[in-house]
């Protein structure tokens, strides 16, 4: 079975610097990563997904994530963040069996500071 | 404008109550959600279907139940079984299954008194 560690569960970041959001994973096979972000009271909207091909993914609203194998990441990166990117982040990891569910992270909430 | 709708946003129940949380979506997706979230715990699947007149457990469905008898409809029941009801409630669809983009609901917010 698969599973994903979010190791961070609150991080804080001066607006206009670097962020990056750590995943881990588990799983023997190909694992289909995914991100997504949940601004509070809200549903959850994907930012960007993995399944194969170029590693480095490119998302919505400026971010991106590079799978890397031999580390079982999948890390999420924006060069610069923005107040409105407060909010939380869930990884989450698929596999093409059938019915299998996903496997949610336990999230990890970013806060902006000015 | 396509989406996701739930309702209510907030409901209160009594213990001993079974109440149902609405979810409804005009995307014509196929599969459907709910998941329960709880503060520093992630999303939990209770329930998924993914054709009309078919569900699936997932891995707290234990004191919920659902219904599919029209595609863009798959509400949710918290039975008095469930011991701690007190969550927010998501729900989701996509096109077919897992791998596919999930779009989600607002949320329910269930508090048991």
């Known amino acids: 079975a698969q599973s994903v560690t979010q190791p961070d569960i609150h991080i804080t970041v001066s607006e206009g610097a670097s962020l990056e959001l750590r995943c881990n994973y588990s799983?023997?096979?190909?694992?289909?990563l995914f991100w997504y972000v949940q601004s509070p009271g809200q549903g959850l909207q994907l930012l960007l997904k993995?399944?194969?091909?170029?590693?480095l993914v490119q998302g919505i609203k400026g971010f991106e994530a590079e799978f890397k194998r031999s580390q079982s990441s999948f890390n999420l990166r924006k060069p610069s963040v923005h107040w409105s990117d407060a909010a939380e982040y869930f990884c989450?990891?698929?596999?093409?069996?059938?019915?299998?569910?996903?496997?949610f992270g336990k999230g990890t909430t970013l806060s902006v500071s000015s | 404008d396509g989406g996701i709708t739930q309702s209510p946003k907030y409901l209160f129940r009594k213990e001993g109550q079974n109440v149902t949380l609405s979810c409804e979506q005009n995307?014509?997706?196929?599969?459907m959600y709910w998941y329960r979230q709880d503060p520093g715990q992630g999303l939990r699947l209770i329930y998924y279907?993914?054709?009309?007149?078919?569900?699936q457990k997932g891995d707290i469905a234990e004191g919920y139940s659902v219904s599919r008898e029209k595609k863009e409809s798959f509400p949710l029941t918290v039975t008095s079984a469930q011991k701690n009801p007190t969550a927010f409630y998501l729900c989701?669809?996509?096109?077919?299954?897992?791998?596919?983009?999930?779009?989600f609901g607002p949320g329910t917010r269930l508090t048991v008194l």
């Open positions: 989701a669809s996509s096109l077919q299954g897992f791998l596919d983009e999930q779009f």
């Open positions: 995307l014509n997706h196929d599969a």
């Open positions: 279907s993914q054709i009309v007149n078919d569900f």
């Open positions: 799983y023997g096979a190909t694992p289909y």
């Open positions: 993995y399944f194969s091909g170029d590693t």
């Open positions: 989450a990891v698929g596999t093409n069996q059938a019915g299998t569910a996903l496997i």
